[in-house]
Each structure stands twice: as C-alpha cells, then as structure tokens.
C-alpha cells in the first residue's frame, strides 16, 4: 500500500497561512486520486479537499471554499494544501490518503493512514 508522510503543521494565528506537504512513497503516486483530511479535537476525521490524479480537477468541503488550495507534484511524489485566512476551527490533525470514489463529496478514503500533522490556530 505505500507510506504517507505528512509535515508542515504548527501553531499560526488567526488570519495566517500555512502550506502542509504529503510525501508518498512505495506506491505509483500519480496513478491516485488524493485528498486532505482532518480529525478536529474530539471529533471524526472529516473531508478537507481532493484532487484528480492528473490535476485537472479539484473539490473543498464547503468551509474551506476559498481559502485552501490543495494541488500536487506528481514528479515528486508530493500532495500539499495551502491554507490561508487560518481560523481557530481549522485546528486539527492533518491527514492526506488517496481516494476512491472522485466526485462524491465527502469521498472514502482507501489505504492506511499516516502519522499526520497538527494545526493549531490561536485567536
């Protein structure tokens, strides 16, 4: 199944940006569809955004809309998301994970997950 290394997180105040970055490695990358998860304190992962194996297309969960771009480098094996316009509700653990089913929003995720990254936001 491969491994997904996720990194980039840290403590930003409201209103800043970050960029998380997912290496993948021991699977054909650019054969996937991607995305970005997050699992809030005491609540369920949930969907963040997902991109087309090639790039071409891309979706956000309704919250992100706008400040979040997720986009990937297949030659480098690598997914990130920009996040900008930080706010103290996207404080969570960061995950990204290929997925199946592009289009459904949200969509399932296939494969194990990583370690993730943490995002703190302070107001």
């Known amino acids: 199944q491969g491994q997904l290394v996720e990194s980039g997180g840290g403590l930003v105040q409201a209103g800043g940006s970050l960029r998380l970055s997912c290496v993948a490695s021991?699977?054909?990358?650019?054969?996937?569809?991607m995305g970005w998860f997050r699992q809030p304190p005491g609540k369920e992962r949930e969907f963040v955004a997902a991109?087309?194996?090639?790039?071409?297309?891309?979706y956000y969960e309704d919250s992100v809309k706008g400040r979040f771009t997720i986009s990937r480098d297949n030659d480098k094996n690598t997914l990130y998301l920009q996040m900008n316009s930080l706010k103290p509700e996207d404080t969570a653990v960061y995950y990204c994970?290929?997925?199946?089913?592009?289009?459904?929003?949200?969509?399932?995720?296939?494969?194990?997950w990583g370690q993730g990254t943490q995002v703190t936001v302070s107001s």
């Open positions: 994970n290929s997925i199946v089913n592009y289009g459904i929003n949200p969509p399932p995720a296939s494969g194990p």
């Open positions: 021991g699977r054909t990358f650019s054969h996937y569809h």
């Open positions: 991109i087309s194996w090639g790039s071409r297309t891309t």
